[in-house]
């Protein structure tokens, strides 16, 4: 059984940073695409980044610039460092891992609470 475990969450002001991590456990492999989607109260969950095995990458316009993401492959973990968080950053934070390996799998992890506020 996989399971995606984040962390890094919390209560940040506006201007400051926060990374987040996900880890995947159990029997997955050659993960094709790790990314970080997040949904705010009242709308739909939308893409913030993500990056291909190869380190290929791309970000949602409102947070180039502002967040980074990365991968470690041995890990089977993926990062997102966020600065210069914005109060419309505020949003539950979740992973997302693609593996295509004759079919497609969608691993989804349980989500964390960023929020940015003075």
């Not at 201007?15 to 993960?31: K, V």
């Not at 990056?51 to 973990?77: C, E, L």
């Amino acid at each position: 059984q996989v399971q995606l475990v984040e962390s890094g969450g919390g209560l940040v002001q506006p201007g400051g940073s926060l990374r987040l991590s996900c880890a995947a456990s159990g029997s997955i492999f050659s993960i094709n695409v790790m990314g970080w989607y997040r949904q705010a109260p009242g709308k739909q969950r939308e893409l913030v980044a993500r990056i291909t095995y190869g380190g290929s990458t791309n970000y949602a316009d409102s947070v180039k610039g502002r967040f980074t993401i990365s991968r470690d492959n041995a890990k089977k973990t993926v990062y997102l460092q966020m600065n210069s968080l914005k109060p419309e950053d505020t949003a539950v934070y979740y992973c997302n891992f693609v593996v295509v390996t004759g079919r497609l799998y969608n691993y989804w992890g349980q989500g964390t609470q960023v929020t940015v506020s003075s």
